[in-house]
Nanobody, 120 residues
């Protein structure tokens, strides 16, 4: 059974960089046929896709967030990461990591989510 767990600070100051880690167990992030994705949900709004890292290491970002987003990975720890720079209160959201099957585009495993608040 694949499990994902987000971790990182729950409070970030405006203009700083938000940094989160997703630790994966029960499966390798380098296994063929999967993307590893970050998604967020601001309060009172729907899910917003941020980006993902391919099993081979390539990255893809939402055009609206691309200039501020970086997704990386540490294969030795089976983790992938999110950095979002120059945050504002509008970046306050629950942040999720998830696995995506490339063939079906199915988001089949999710982390429980972590609340990040941007406030001074």
């Amino acid at each position: 059974q694949v499990q994902l767990q987000e971790s990182g600070p729950g409070l970030v100051k405006p203009s700083q960089t938000l940094s989160l880690t997703c630790t994966v167990s029960g499966g390798s992030i380098t296994t063929n046929n999967y993307y590893w994705s970050w998604i967020r949900q601001p309060p009172g709004k729907g899910l917003e896709w941020i980006g993902y890292i391919h099993f081979g290491g390539s990255t893809y970002y939402s055009p609206s967030l691309k200039s501020r987003t970086s997704i990386g990975r540490d294969t030795s720890k089976n983790q992938f990461t999110l950095q979002l720079s120059s945050v504002t209160p509008e970046d306050t959201a629950v942040y999720y990591c998830a696995r995506v099957t490339i063939d079906s585009r199915e988001y089949d495993y999710w982390g429980q989510g972590t609340q990040v608040t941007v406030s001074s």
